[in-house]
């Protein structure tokens, strides 16, 4: 009998241990992963976690309607708080750019229609990379509008993994970076910014306002990765190159707050000069994201 009651109280006493064991390891480690480096760029600093907090938003913002309105010429939002989605308007159809998630569908063509278009109008789908906040809604807008879905050839084993509802993903043709897309006078030229994806894709058009033609520039993200491996930093390398030399007068992202939309927005009700119109603010996203690229890339060469 005291043997008995011996052996249970070592193995409470175990089990308390292991107990405290755990509870001291899930105080250290949080799951979390480090939030390091931090970059500062015209004053203000940047964490890899504030900047992907800063794109996404709360999952309300990524999914509640932001309020649709022209940005320049025949190009509109569309899309929501967080997640960006454009209308560029054609006498001969329209080009939508980023379905975002499947459920943003809806609000989307919600969107549309209170611009006064007809979602029904979209002949030609872009998206600027395989992400699921970007094109999962991808199969849902063609079902929806008979669209001719287009994508970068090295996104493509991305895009066709993305399968909502098991619904196969469409690409009707692929491109290839410099290719242009021509719907109704209007061109959009894909260049290829590989690195947040292989096939990470901005786009350019000239929009026409007011008597004056706007170099448009809707970029990819080009925020790295925690791991840079050396093919990552030749195509960032690349990208960033690429990205500052395209002329630009109206700069636009696949997240709303790489161009700070819901500020230039706001300074739509004055009424005064287009604020979307910001050749000096063209190349802040590029800043933000080289100086972090550049800090990842050094604390991996130190830690080696």
């Known amino acids: 009998m005291k043997l008995s009651r011996i052996m249970i109280a070592c193995a409470g006493i175990a089990v308390a241990l292991l107990i405290l064991s755990v509870n001291n390891d899930q105080a250290q480690n949080t799951g979390q992963p480090e939030d390091h480096p931090a970059v500062t760029v015209q ?4 964490t890899p976690q504030s900047i992907l907090t800063r794109n996404m938003g709360t999952p ?27 209308l560029v308007v054609t006498p001969q159809g329209n080009i939508l750019i980023d379905s975002t998630y499947e459920r943003n569908v809806p609000t989307i063509q919600k969107s549309v229609e209170q611009l ?8 030609i789908l872009l998206g600027n ?4 906040d970007h094109q999962e809604g991808d199969a849902l807008v063609k079902q929806l509008t008979g669209a001719q879905v287009m994508a970068m050839a090295e996104d493509v084993p991305g895009l066709q993994a993305i399968k909502p509802g098991g619904k196969e993903h469409p690409i009707d043709k692929v491109l290839h970076d410099g290719e242009s897309v021509t719907l109704g006078g209007t061109t959009l030229v894909a260049h290829l910014t590989a690195g947040h994806t292989p096939g990470c894709t901005t786009w350019t058009m000239k929009a026409q306002d007011g008597g004056k033609t706007f170099d448009v520039v809707i970029n990819c993200s080009l925020r790295p990765p925690a791991m840079l491996t050396p093919a990552l930093v030749d ?5 960033f190159k690429l990205v500052r030399s395209l002329p630009c007068d109206v700069q636009l992202g ?9 500020e230039k927005y706001a300074k739509l009700q004055n009424r005064g000069s287009n604020p979307f119109v910001d050749k000096a603010g063209c190349t802040l996203e590029a800043d933000i994201e080289e100086a ?5 890339l050094a604390e991996q060469q130190n830690v080696r």
């Not at 004053?43 to 940047?46: C, F």
């Not at 990379?129 to 699921?132: E, F, G, I, N």
């Not at 696949?254 to 819901?262: C, I, N």
């Open 254 to 262: 696949d997240h709303s707050a790489q161009y700070q939309m819901q």
């Open 235 to 239: 195509q960032f390398n690349r990208s």
């Open 43 to 46: 004053g203000r600093t940047y």
């Open 60 to 86: 309300e913002d990524q999914t509640t309607q932001f309020p649709p309105h022209k940005i320049v010429g025949n190009i509109y939002y569309v899309g929501t708080r967080t997640l960006s989605s454009f």
């Open 129 to 132: 990379h395989a992400h699921t």
């Open 292 to 296: 972090m690229f550049h800090a990842i």
């Open 116 to 123: 006064g278009f007809k979602f029904s109008d979209i002949k």
